[in-house]
């Protein structure tokens, strides 16, 4: 299994532009959640999705928006990215059956100029 | 907002020492798990301890939970210079299912030096 993986690794944009990172996993997980970590601050929950078609806000939610059209994908667009959204995103999956302990990505880190 | 606040911030240590982190938390909670960043990857789960646990064992790994005191400890002994890492502790609060979503500390660095 590949497990959680994500694209691109780094991408760089320029303050305006949209764009949308990729999510997938191959665990047959029903949960899955994006982060963000921004140095000495961990990680905030971003959104989040309970199942194919359901979706949530976490934490810090504004300039953010995803969809769950399979089990397997989880995307989370930029809308029209700010300096503010500079920062490391990952993607984490678990099976509803459990205490939670998430999979994670290993991570898109984003430059926003 | 930010539900644990971990101590300390960096901690630098020889192999072979332990080294102890604390994790506090705010509101109560069904379970407290512990996680390792290595430096530009992703988190991995190390050992999560239930609200009605007080301590649990895996390998060189000791969690402990004061509920409490809302705190957490986690402990590993005889280190080595791979344990090099940040640690952070997540919160997955209490009053039903929390869907998934936990909530982080802000992490310690843990530098082993052989």
């Known amino acids: 299994n590949a497990g959680v993986t994500q694209t691109p690794k780094f991408q760089v944009l320029k303050t305006g532009q949209s764009m949308t990172l990729q999510c997938a996993q191959d665990m047959n997980h029903e949960y899955m959640s994006w982060y963000r970590q921004d140095p000495g601050m961990g990680l905030r929950l971003i959104h989040y999705s309970v199942g194919a078609g359901i979706t949530d806000q976490g934490e810090v939610p504004n300039g953010y928006n995803v969809s769950r059209s399979t089990t397997e994908d989880f995307p989370l667009r930029l809308l029209s990215a700010a300096p503010s959204q500079t920062s490391v995103y990952f993607c984490?999956?678990?099976?509803?059956?459990?205490?939670?302990?998430?999979?994670f990505g290993p991570g898109t880190r984003l430059t926003v100029l | 907002s930010q539900q644990g606040e971990e101590d300390p911030q960096a901690l630098s240590i020889q192999e072979g020492e332990n080294a102890t982190m604390n994790c506090s938390y705010k509101t109560s909670i069904n379970n407290l798990q512990w996680y390792r960043q290595n430096s530009g990857r992703g988190l991995v789960h190390l050992i999560l301890i239930r609200s009605n646990e007080r301590e649990k064992h895996s390998g060189r790994l000791r969690v402990t939970l004061d509920t409490s005191k809302k705190s957490s400890s986690l402990l590993i002994t005889a280190s080595r210079a791979a344990d090099t890492a940040s640690y952070f502790c997540a919160t997955d609060g209490a009053g039903g299912t929390s869907y998934g979503k936990l909530t982080f500390g802000q992490g310690t660095i843990l530098t082993v030096h052989p």
């Open positions: 984490a999956s678990n099976p509803a059956n459990s205490y939670n302990e998430q999979f």
